[in-house]
């Protein structure tokens, strides 16, 4: 999860975040607060894969920015931070696709049930859909997206999933995974 959001609001928001994925899933969630679009940027080169963004559209260029980073992430959800002085043209629109609008000054009791909302859905989600599987490693639960799975390898008792900047390993053989994709 990315969370894009400046000063201590954003502090706020990514401890928040970080108490209600501990308390409501044992998966293992990568949560990253950026402070910049320059810092967006950055991890966006390192790191394709999204499935929650929280952003922060006041700044200028940060519609242009969520929209390209829609673009790469087609099915992540999105959590807009707007000014409620803002034209919702700006920001309601397919481009962007929000699973949620909040408004500035953030009241963390509605982030709070917002991103309840998020990691639920994540719980309910099929791993036996054909596009997305779930794999145990030793920090946890991890959700890769098939489509994004370069090649699978297998060594030393472990199978790799292997995507464009990362690797999973989990204890696995490749006949078994054979059988279950």
């Known amino acids: 999860m990315l969370t894009y959001n400046a000063g201590e609001e954003?502090?706020?928001?990514?401890?928040?975040?970080?108490?209600?994925?501990?308390?409501?899933?044992?998966?293992?969630?990568?949560?990253?607060?950026v402070q910049t679009l320059q810092e967006v940027d950055a991890y966006l080169n390192k790191n394709k894969l999204l499935d929650v963004i929280c952003f922060d559209v006041?700044?200028?260029?940060?519609?242009?920015?969520?929209?390209?980073?829609?673009?790469e992430n087609k099915k992540a959800y999105?959590?807009?931070?707007?000014?409620?002085?803002?034209?919702?043209?700006?920001?309601?629109k397919p481009?962007?696709?929000?699973?949620?609008?909040?408004?500035?000054?953030?009241?963390?009791?509605?982030?709070?049930k917002v991103i309840q909302s998020v990691v639920k859905q994540f719980q309910n989600e099929k791993a036996d859909d054909g596009e997305l599987m779930i794999i145990e490693t030793s920090d946890g639960k991890q959700r890769i997206p098939l489509q994004n799975v370069m090649y699978f390898e297998a060594k030393i008792k472990k199978v790799y999933a292997c995507l464009e900047t990362e690797e999973?390993?989990?204890?696995?053989?490749?006949?078994?995974?054979?059988?279950?994709?």
């Open 10 to 33: 954003g502090k706020q928001l990514y401890e928040e975040t970080r108490n209600q994925v501990a308390y409501l899933t044992e998966d293992k969630w990568n949560i990253v607060l």
């Open 78 to 92: 999105i959590i807009l931070i707007a000014s409620p002085k803002m034209s919702p043209i700006k920001y309601i």
């Open 168 to 181: 999973y390993g989990y204890y696995d053989s490749l006949e078994h995974l054979m059988i279950d994709l």
């Open 95 to 112: 481009s962007i696709m929000a699973a949620s609008l909040i408004f500035h000054p953030v009241k963390l009791e509605e982030y709070r």
């Open 58 to 71: 006041k700044q200028e260029d940060a519609i242009e920015r969520i929209e390209r980073i829609r673009e």
